[in-house]
């Protein structure tokens, strides 16, 4: 595809302290953009009036309330006419030649999610490089937290893209379907990439498309949001996403995961939204079958070619690690 097109969808919700920064830097970006499509989530911190005022020419996606990452992004890539959709968090900001890297990089390799090295706000640390999943049930990033020195200096293969900077084909979301919004926010990206995943479809990390990311900015104001997503939406994709030989192998496992995920929430203080999480995964379980029933039904690879994708590492040993790693100010 020679010259495809390309519109930015950047979900918004009370980010008026970053999301001038974001769209700034798309404004100088390299390649000619179709759109910048901002989904503005029922912000009530003036942030509708600033985009206004200062981005006119920015497509505005009024929408009455919060949404989540996953529908807001699904407003804006159904309004997106151009041939690869890139998603991009309010809190990031790409460098110059971001999008024609990752462009380059999609075409090259036929990919059809093509993830942007993401670092921290200061430049010197990783904060995503593709996500990975683990045989035990849960995600997690690739080389979080590790100096950038140790990042990959060629394009690679990669399990999962994560949502807040990577390129999407438009086509695939005729053929797998948008965002699950049950998901609301966290693991929607990775939900989405397993279900790429079991399509046989290509999923790349470009090495030259740099993205800064002032991390946690959403999440970190609202207590115990991030937890109780994390331990809701785990469920939703084991049962969603993993070919049934898998889960009888994997169950034990994720269950001692998912359970050890909910005791260490409300020991930090979190016994609500631990237990809601808990709730809320078994009401929606009719639900979560339904999905299973067809995302398995149209799966393109087997149950042992899925797993060899997977990570066998502990992802407790590789969180601690990533806990102890974790800079101090690591975006200033």
């Given amino acids: ?48 009036q600033y985009i206004e005022k200062h981005f006119p020419d920015v497509v505005l996606l009024k929408q009455p309330k919060n949404l989540g990452f996953a529908g807001g992004v699904n407003v804006g890539i159904r309004a997106a006419t151009s041939d690869y959709v890139f998603l991009l968090n309010n809190d990031a900001e790409c460098e110059p030649d971001c999008i024609e890297q990752l462009l380059k990089a999609a075409v090259k390799h036929q990919a059809d999610i093509t993830q942007a090295i993401i670092v921290t706000g200061n430049g010197k640390y990783i904060d995503s490089a593709g996500d990975t999943y683990s045989t035990w049930g849960l995600p997690y990033p690739c080389l979080r937290n590790e100096p950038v020195s140790e990042l990959p200096t060629a394009d690679k293969p990669i399990l999962s893209a994560s949502g807040g900077a990577s390129v999407y084909k438009r086509s695939l979301f005729d053929e797998i379907g948008l965002f699950d919004e049950i998901f609301f926010a966290y693991y929607e990206d990775v939900d989405i990439s397993l279900r790429a995943q079991l399509r046989n479809k290509k999923l790349w990390l470009a090495s030259k498309a740099i993205v800064q990311h002032k991390m946690n900015h ?19 994709m084991f049962w969603k996403d993993l070919p049934f030989p898998l889960i009888i192998k994997v169950f034990p496992r994720f269950l001692y995961a998912n359970w050890r995920m909910t005791a260490s929430a409300i020991v930090k203080g979190h016994p609500v939204r631990a237990l809601l999480a808990q709730l809320v995964a078994l009401l929606h379980t009719p639900h979560l079958l339904v999905r299973r029933i067809r995302i398995q039904h149209n799966r393109t690879i087997s149950s042992r070619d899925f797993e060899k994708l997977l990570s066998q590492t502990n992802p407790f040993k590789a969180v601690k690690k990533l806990d102890k790693s974790t800079p101090k100010a690591i975006n200033k």
Avoid: H
Avoid at 12 to 30: A, E, F, T
Avoid at 223 to 233: D, L
């Fill in 1 to 48: 595809m020679n010259n495809p097109t390309v519109s930015v969808v950047v979900p918004n919700w009370n980010g008026m302290d970053v999301i001038g920064d974001c769209l700034k830097s798309l404004q100088k970006q390299s390649y000619k953009l179709a759109q910048i499509i901002v989904v503005e989530n029922g912000s009530i911190d003036g942030s509708i």
């Fill in 218 to 236: 959403t999440a970190d104001r609202i207590p115990g949001f991030g937890r109780e997503m994390t331990i809701k939406n785990s469920i939703y």
